[in-house]
């Protein structure tokens, strides 16, 4: 990612937390073909990610108010070498759930 402190992802989907740990519920925006035609029942029901302790804190500070080098710096100071490479992890995780429509980033100048 270029420019990263200037990007701010923000939660776009519902969620609960449970011990710490975060689950997500999301709607499959983009069915597929054989989805909207097999599973046409299923597609208003919402799916769910259970986030370990890494995605649990990095989903919350996706509130649209830390840049994802803030979250990085962030990240890096709590789980130390556990989560390195934090670049990497922080926003290979980032770029997942904004592909999948769970998080949307915004950047300002």
Known sequence: MLGNESIYPIRECEFIEENNLVTVFYLNKHPSFIEKIFFRNQL????????????????????????????????????????EPANQRVELFINQMNNNKIIKLYQRK
Do not use: M, R, Y
Request: aromatic share 8%; charged share 35%.
């Open 44 to 83: 208003k029901k919402p799916h769910k990610i259970d986030l370990d302790d890494v995605g649990s804190f990095i989903w919350h500070l996706c509130d649209g108010k830390n840049t994802i080098d803030q979250i990085v710096e962030k990240a890096k100071n709590h789980f130390s070498e556990k989560i």
